[in-house]
Each structure stands twice: as C-alpha cells, then as structure tokens.
C-alpha cells in the first residue's frame, strides 16, 4: 500500500512538472538573415542565423527597451531587463533550429 502510495505521489509531482513546464517560443523563417530592432535603432539584416551555435546570443545595450527579430516570415519581441535572458527558436525552412538568446549588457559608458 506504501509503495502504491508512492508511486501516485510521484506520478502526480511529474505530471505537474511537465504541465508547469515553459514552452519554448518558436518563430519561422526561410531565409537566414534578420533584421533587428533593438529599442529605436532598426538594423536591417542584422543578424544571420548560425545553427552551430546553440545558443546563438544577441546582446542589447538598451536595458527597458523592446528587442524585435524580424525573419521573413515571423517576429518576436522583448522588453530587456537586466539580470533576464530571453530564449526563443528560429526555425529556419521547416527543419532547422536555432537556438537564440537576447541578454542585456551594459556598454561601458552606462558602466562609468
């Protein structure tokens, strides 16, 4: 009875886990260029997708502003906070993941 006891607490625990879990957002693309806007500075074909890289990391200087990927298909957006990482997939053709991540970085005036 114990073990039974057991085995459906633990069961329960995992099936919470999984359901908890954070899904990774996916956007699209058939091309490997990006563009970038990262707070008011709009960059385009800023980025290449680099599926060797996992993940592939953009850094922003602009801690409280909005970072935007944009592909040829798709876009995602995040305000940047210190201290965060955002992680999300660039599905390159319907077959190939990249993984990418914005973090916020200082520059070094803001540092001085």
């Given amino acids: 009875m114990k073990i039974n006891l057991f085995l459906l607490t633990f069961l329960a625990a995992c099936i919470t886990q999984f359901s908890t879990a954070q899904k990774i957002p996916v956007i699209k693309a058939s091309s490997d260029r990006v563009d970038i806007r990262d707070g008011d500075d709009f960059q385009k074909n800023a980025w290449g997708i680099d599926l060797s890289l996992n993940p592939d990391i953009y850094i922003s200087n602009n801690s409280g502003k909005r970072v935007t990927f944009y592909t040829d298909m798709d876009s995602i957006s995040f305000v940047v906070k210190e201290n965060e990482q955002y992680d999300f997939v ?10 990418t991540q914005i973090k916020y970085k200082p520059s070094h005036l803001d540092i001085l």
């Fill in 90 to 99: 660039i599905l390159l053709n319907e077959k190939d993941s990249a993984y």
